[in-house]
């Protein structure tokens, strides 16, 4: 039985390698709480690539504009045809940034409009449950002083399942310190990420 | 110049030749009283049209209750369709000769539907014709589709026949369905092949429910959380499956349950019971081969099943190994899938990979729930026409059709030759003008 691999992509505009340690800790995470068989390291893999398709959950993050080539929509489009999964965060946490703007007009050229995914969406019960919906983050709250709270996760949908996940809540930050401080958290930060993941791998 | 006499008695010579010739013809028919029945009918399908000098309101049908033991020449325009075909065998039953012609051969499509058996139905109707015409496919509600020549045609949806038409040719199938129950139950570890197996079998009409190990204390369900005979029509197995999900599997399957085993979940538990053969080494795909078209299930890592157990058969093979076997346990049936990792070729595979992984997996369920209950699509009053393939239809139940080019075979039109007594009647009435003619003549 094949295993999770953590999948970044690679996409030609923007910086897609803003948030190196977000695959470790997601894994460090997965395989901490749960038994799925998890690849101890996640991989880079460009967006127009076929080798997308070998990963049905692919991570796309990044702080600047974001324009797809024409082959990275048409393999996206593809991808999220068949049934592939793509969780997209903004690094930014800002409203209508930059990254935002661009990246939410692309997903709706492939993915149709985003939408809010309610509180009540399996994807905040699959393994940890948040009741309020997407756990906030240090840099929602206090991190840069703003208190700039996003209550929803944007989503779009393929045949009754999320294709598209798409967080204004800058996970990239939060998630993104080395594993080893971990045990410095009272409260595990990442438990949103094995929930994206027990989605991905059951939904 | 000729006197009246004369002119007389050349009238009277004639009538009199006239009346021995009816007269001649009366006997002649008193003779023969059944005089050979000249039928000669044009066949275009569905459509006969009868000569000139027959009733043209007549029909094959007609023929066979007022001239039994007949001859019938019929000029195929186009393959008659079975109602004219039964027509003509009732013909030849009842001891008429029958004379098929064709001034050209015809074209001849055949047709076959299949139903991949679920809950939403998805047919698949195969075409064999001539690679230089084109069909149009349709079911009874109407036009599908048109292809060339041979070629298999996957429909979401088709109601009640297919049918393949063509000038002058109508080739139709019923299609069969089979009514069974849609709620199956996946047990399995949280996984690319569980989710995409949910995702395959919902996709394709199955209500499902599920139970996936997440963690040793953890199963996330879906729907109804234990695997129930009263609610399940068949049970799907894969690895990693909870215990506690599959430990009543056996009693279901004997309760006539269906099970599909994957992979390496026949290795031990109650899996284990049921398996129609043992899990051999891991083989691994051929890389790239699940994008292909004709082989994709050659790109998936097998579990081959080794060695079958009493009254197992296999399926499909690969590389020498089986790859997919069937048995019976009880009332129930069960199919073990030596494949792994399936979702690949729905994501890596070609074009219509994902719609042939749906079918695939939603065959591979059908095949295990039980009693698949045929069931033939509501009948029309115009059921005797369907017809796989006509051509074959006709040549199975009716003389060979000779190839004669139109121009040597004209249909002539029936003679309608008069019968004793009118014949009679004439030759009294010439007698007569004949003798009245001798007396105005002064001959006689």
Known sequence: MSRFTFCTVQYESGDWDSAPLVAANVIDAVARFTSIDVAPSGVVVPLASDDVLRYPLIFLTGHLPVRFSAAERAMLTKYLARGGLLFVDDHNHDIDGPFHRTCTEELARVAGPLARIPTRHALYRSFFTFENGPPNTSHELNGWGDNLVHEHLLGAERKGRLAVVYSNKDYSSEWSFHPENRKFISVDNVRFGVNLVVYALTR | ?444
């Open chain 2, 1 to 444: 110049m000729r006197s009246r006499a004369d002119r007389g008695r050349v009238v009277a010579t004639l009538l009199q030749g006239v009346a021995i010739a009816c007269a001649a013809a009366a006997a002649w028919r008193l003779a023969h009283p059944t005089v050979a029945w000249p039928s000669a009918v044009t066949v275009d399908g569905d459509t006969i049209r009868a000569a000139e000098g027959v009733a043209s309101r007549a029909t094959l049908a007609s023929l066979v209750a007022t001239a039994p033991g007949e001859s019938i020449r019929v000029r195929l325009r186009s393959v008659p369709s079975a109602r004219v075909r039964g027509q003509l065998r009732a013909l030849a039953d009842a001891g008429a000769a029958i004379a098929l012609t064709t001034p050209t051969p015809f074209a001849t499509p055949a047709v076959a539907a299949r139903v991949v058996d679920g809950p939403a139905p998805m047919a698949t109707v195969l075409v064999a014709g001539d690679s230089s015409a084109t069909y149009r496919i349709g079911d009874d509600a109407g036009a599908l589709d048109s292809v060339r020549g041979a070629t298999a045609l996957h429909l979401a949806s088709i109601a009640g026949s297919a049918h393949v038409r063509a000038p002058g040719v109508h080739a139709a199938a019923p299609v069969r369905t089979t009514t069974i129950g849609t709620r199956v139950f996946v047990a399995g570890a949280a996984g690319w092949e569980s989710r995409f197996v949910v995702a395959a079998l919902e996709e394709a009409g199955w209500r499902v429910d599920a139970a996936l190990a997440v963690a040793p204390t953890v199963v996330v369900r879906q729907g109804e959380p234990v695997l129930a005979r009263e609610r399940h029509v068949a049970a799907i197995v894969l690895p990693g499956a909870p215990a506690s999900t599959v430990r009543g599997l056996p009693a279901f399957v004997r309760g006539g349950g269906g099970a599909v085993l994957v992979g390496e979940a026949v290795q031990a538990g109650a899996t284990s019971t049921l398996r129609a053969g043992a899990p051999g080494a891991v083989l691994a795909g051929e890389a790239g081969m699940e994008a292909s078209d004709d082989a994709p299930r050659h790109g998936l890592d097998l579990v081959p099943i080794a060695s079958l157990a009493r009254g197992a058969v296999a399926l499909e093979a690969r590389d020498g190994t089986t790859a997919i076997a069937a048995r019976r346990i009880g009332a129930g049936r069960v199919v073990q899938v030596g494949y792994a990792d399936s979702w690949r070729w729905r994501m890596a595979g070609a074009e219509g990979a994902p719609d042939a992984h749906r079918r695939w997996w939603s065959a591979l369920v059908a095949s295990v729930v039980s009693p698949p209950m045929p069931v033939r699509p509501r009948l029309s009053p115009f059921d005797d026409t369907l017809d796989a393939a006509p051509v074959a239809a006709l040549a199975a139940t009716l003389p060979p059709v000779r190839i004669a080019p139109a121009s040597m075979t004209p249909v002539r039109d029936a003679v309608s030759f008069p019968d004793a007594s009118t014949l009679a009647v004439t030759a009294l009435v010439a007698f007569m003008l004949a003798w009245v003619s001798r007396r105005l003549s002064g001959l006689a």
